[in-house]
């Protein structure tokens, strides 16, 4: 470990930290059609609703907002199904690339119009410059905005007092696209751009090596659709090798920047939250259980990657910069390791380094940041309705231990919610488990794993945690593009994405209707340090004895393997 | 062929979710009782 690495980090903390409350301020205005950027595209935005024939003053029930909203999405999918079987008749095609199997097509869509962007192929190898800006980039920011709408829906579940309703689905899609993701990408792409990325519909050219080859550079627009990547929790790459390319992230700042736009939303919302319910401590709270689970995270990671590799001191290698396998020497243990550990707290997915040659217990962390379902700041909406769900849970088991009807921000928290918020917090472990369990048992499964035991395992459960987790990082080492992997990784980020979503839209329609009883001398205060630690445990607790069994398996059986001198 | 088939399935998933909504509906319908809080 250096100095340079807990600087990086230290950086990050305080930028993150200081951008939460103004951002949160300005979601929160937005989204009710309020604030400077709102006025000046609020003519935009009505063309929109003319043009789809929506009456935007029309609120909606959690039903009406949910039928909508997969609506939407399936529409979505099979648009974007057919433009990547299209490809090869469609224009801004330049290298002329062909179109994709059936099978990895419907991957690809169903993986961004989930936010999850788990990528079964390489981005410069495959995708054109219209799939990829039409395609990704669209559904990248549809998807994000669409998190954020079901967060708001819940918050507004939370907020207010005998409705019947939960806002209108396609106004908030609508804003949060047009007033919070466009405006921050343009002002990110520009810094990308300044720092080296490109942005060309140029073809790919031919460089001359300093060796005298000749070696082809894919290039194209990459700045535009890297903000949208990684503001968008989305994270797929222009290129394979995602953010550990140099055109994707050229510079320690551009690292800097990639990490703090991956957190931004998801960070951000707490304080939205905090605002729309009237007390802005509730949503510090959130954002401080997020900080203790990050924190912890990111130590065992950095801990992990600081420090020589056992199995290489033995051939005495310098590792004196710690465990630089399968890093980039540009960025180091330290940026790699907060990276990492970013990328998986959130829903993001974007990787700067390759998490199948980081230490076992870093593979750890990184899995049980996705497993405890997107609660570290997750995805844009997913973190903040995943950690509420959380929050839920612990009401009702602190309701249970003092003996009094549970209640959160005056809210009675009844069977209702109680059995959708199991829904949707069970929905993941049973996508994540059952499917790894299978995988493990068929040929079809086995014969994509790269290595024997338990990192083997690890790859397999990493690629079904980070599918239906939203992540679509990759453990690298597992040849996912085979129809096996591809369609069960799609049934995987399915039911990570609209079977949580449903439930938690449910929640948020009974919660609306519900009167606000006022707080008591026995209401429990959730807006103390005390409640903090009740989030946190709750959260360790359920996802520890959730995937423990499954984690020993992996690597934690590497972990004490390694210690003995034994590789996979 | 192979594109009818994946489209069939998208549908199938999409149908599917529609279920849930109804069930998670009728579930939060026979839960919820009349808010007699005063």
Redesign the interface.
Same mark, same amino acid.
């Given at each position: 470990m250096t100095w340079r690495g807990w600087l990086q980090i230290v950086i990050f903390a305080v930028l993150i930290t200081a951008l939460v409350k103004p951002l949160g301020g300005y979601i929160v205005r937005t989204v009710d059609g309020g604030g400077h950027v709102s006025r000046i595209f609020a003519p935009v935005e009505r063309g929109l609703y003319r043009l789809a024939g929506i009456d935007p003053a029309e609120e909606q029930s959690w !039903?009406s907002y949910? #039928?909508a909203l %997969?609506w939407f999405? #399936?529409v979505g !999918?099979?648009a974007f199904?057919a433009l990547l079987?299209l490809q090869g008749l469609l224009p801004l095609n330049p290298q002329q690339l062909d179109a994709m199997?059936?099978?990895l097509? #419907?991957n690809t869509a169903?993986s961004f119009a989930t936010n999850t962007s788990w990528q079964s192929y390489g981005g410069e190898s495959t995708l054109g410059y219209l799939a990829q800006m039409v395609g990704i980039v669209v559904q990248s920011f549809l998807s994000a905005a669409t998190g954020v709408a079901v967060a708001i829906a819940l918050v507004r579940g939370f907020a207010r007092r005998?409705s019947a309703t939960i806002g209108n689905f396609w106004v908030d899609l609508t804003r949060i696209t047009l007033y919070v993701l466009l405006p921050i990408c343009i002002v990110a792409a520009l810094i990308l751009v300044w720092q080296g990325v490109p942005q060309t519909f140029g073809a790919y050219v031919t460089a001359t090596t300093l060796e005298g080859g000749q070696q082809v550079l894919a290039r194209g627009p990459v700045a535009s659709q890297m903000a949208i990547k990684l503001l968008s929790g989305d994270g797929g790459g222009f290129f394979n090798a995602n953010s550990a390319h140099p055109f994707e992230n050229p510079t320690a700042l551009a690292g800097i920047v990639e990490m703090l736009l991956i957190f931004l939303i998801g960070a951000a919302l707490t304080n939205a939250f905090g605002r729309m319910v009237g007390d802005q401590r509730h949503g510090w709270v959130l954002f401080g259980a997020m900080a203790v689970l990050f924190v912890a995270g990111l130590a065992v990671v950095y801990g992990s990657e600081g420090h020589p590799n056992p199995a290489l001191s033995q051939f005495g290698l310098d590792q004196a910069a710690g465990n630089m396998e399968g890093k980039e020497v540009r960025f180091g243990a330290g940026q790699s390791a907060l990276f990492a550990t970013v990328t998986t707290a959130s829903s993001d997915g974007a990787v700067n380094a390759m998490h199948d040659s980081f230490m076992p217990l870093s593979g750890l962390v990184m899995m049980a940041n996705m497993m405890l379902d997107e609660v570290i700041v997750g995805g844009p909406g997913s973190g903040l309705f995943g950690i509420l769900l959380f929050a839920i849970v612990a009401v009702f088991a602190a309701g249970l231990m003092i003996g009094r009807t549970p209640e959160y921000l005056g809210k009675?928290i009844? =069977?209702?919610e109680v059995?959708?918020t199991m %829904?949707a917090l069970l929905c993941v472990p049973v996508a994540i488990l059952g499917i790894s369990a299978v995988a493990a048992v068929l040929p079809a499964g086995l014969s994509g794993l790269n290595n024997a035991g338990p990192h083997g395992f690890s790859e397999l459960l990493y690629a079904y945690t980070s599918g239906a987790a939203t992540n679509g990082s990759a453990f690298a080492g597992l040849s996912a593009n085979a129809p096996f992997y591809n %369609?069960t990784l799609a049934?995987a980020m399915?039911a990570g994405r609209? #079977?949580v979503i449903?439930?938690v839209l449910?929640i948020a =329609?009974?919660l609306a209707?519900?009167?606000i009883?006022p707080a008591s001398n026995g209401t429990l205060p959730t807006h103390s340090m005390q409640f903090v630690g009740l989030l946190v445990g709750t959260i360790v607790i359920v996802g520890g004895l959730t995937f423990f069994p499954a984690l020993a398996l992996g690597p934690v059986a590497e972990h004490f393997a390694l210690q003995a001198g034994l590789t996979y | 062929m192979f594109d009818l088939l994946a489209l069939g399935l998208l549908v199938l998933a999409f149908a599917g979710a529609v279920g849930y909504v109804c069930a998670c509906d009728d579930l939060s319908r026979s839960e919820t009782s009349p808010d007699k809080t005063p």
């Amino acid at each position: 470990m250096t100095w340079r690495g807990w600087l990086q980090i230290v950086i990050f903390a305080v930028l993150i930290t200081a951008l939460v409350k103004p951002l949160g301020g300005y979601i929160v205005r937005t989204v009710d059609g309020g604030g400077h950027v709102s006025r000046i595209f609020a003519p935009v935005e009505r063309g929109l609703y003319r043009l789809a024939g929506i009456d935007p003053a029309e609120e909606q029930s959690w !039903i009406s907002y949910a #039928l909508a909203l %997969l609506w939407f999405h #399936l529409v979505g !999918i099979a648009a974007f199904y057919a433009l990547l079987r299209l490809q090869g008749l469609l224009p801004l095609n330049p290298q002329q690339l062909d179109a994709m199997t059936p099978d990895l097509a #419907l991957n690809t869509a169903v993986s961004f119009a989930t936010n999850t962007s788990w990528q079964s192929y390489g981005g410069e190898s495959t995708l054109g410059y219209l799939a990829q800006m039409v395609g990704i980039v669209v559904q990248s920011f549809l998807s994000a905005a669409t998190g954020v709408a079901v967060a708001i829906a819940l918050v507004r579940g939370f907020a207010r007092r005998s409705s019947a309703t939960i806002g209108n689905f396609w106004v908030d899609l609508t804003r949060i696209t047009l007033y919070v993701l466009l405006p921050i990408c343009i002002v990110a792409a520009l810094i990308l751009v300044w720092q080296g990325v490109p942005q060309t519909f140029g073809a790919y050219v031919t460089a001359t090596t300093l060796e005298g080859g000749q070696q082809v550079l894919a290039r194209g627009p990459v700045a535009s659709q890297m903000a949208i990547k990684l503001l968008s929790g989305d994270g797929g790459g222009f290129f394979n090798a995602n953010s550990a390319h140099p055109f994707e992230n050229p510079t320690a700042l551009a690292g800097i920047v990639e990490m703090l736009l991956i957190f931004l939303i998801g960070a951000a919302l707490t304080n939205a939250f905090g605002r729309m319910v009237g007390d802005q401590r509730h949503g510090w709270v959130l954002f401080g259980a997020m900080a203790v689970l990050f924190v912890a995270g990111l130590a065992v990671v950095y801990g992990s990657e600081g420090h020589p590799n056992p199995a290489l001191s033995q051939f005495g290698l310098d590792q004196a910069a710690g465990n630089m396998e399968g890093k980039e020497v540009r960025f180091g243990a330290g940026q790699s390791a907060l990276f990492a550990t970013v990328t998986t707290a959130s829903s993001d997915g974007a990787v700067n380094a390759m998490h199948d040659s980081f230490m076992p217990l870093s593979g750890l962390v990184m899995m049980a940041n996705m497993m405890l379902d997107e609660v570290i700041v997750g995805g844009p909406g997913s973190g903040l309705f995943g950690i509420l769900l959380f929050a839920i849970v612990a009401v009702f088991a602190a309701g249970l231990m003092i003996g009094r009807t549970p209640e959160y921000l005056g809210k009675k928290i009844e =069977g209702n919610e109680v059995k959708m918020t199991m %829904l949707a917090l069970l929905c993941v472990p049973v996508a994540i488990l059952g499917i790894s369990a299978v995988a493990a048992v068929l040929p079809a499964g086995l014969s994509g794993l790269n290595n024997a035991g338990p990192h083997g395992f690890s790859e397999l459960l990493y690629a079904y945690t980070s599918g239906a987790a939203t992540n679509g990082s990759a453990f690298a080492g597992l040849s996912a593009n085979a129809p096996f992997y591809n %369609l069960t990784l799609a049934a995987a980020m399915f039911a990570g994405r609209f #079977l949580v979503i449903i439930p938690v839209l449910c929640i948020a =329609g009974t919660l609306a209707a519900k009167r606000i009883v006022p707080a008591s001398n026995g209401t429990l205060p959730t807006h103390s340090m005390q409640f903090v630690g009740l989030l946190v445990g709750t959260i360790v607790i359920v996802g520890g004895l959730t995937f423990f069994p499954a984690l020993a398996l992996g690597p934690v059986a590497e972990h004490f393997a390694l210690q003995a001198g034994l590789t996979y | 062929m192979f594109d009818l088939l994946a489209l069939g399935l998208l549908v199938l998933a999409f149908a599917g979710a529609v279920g849930y909504v109804c069930a998670c509906d009728d579930l939060s319908r026979s839960e919820t009782s009349p808010d007699k809080t005063p």
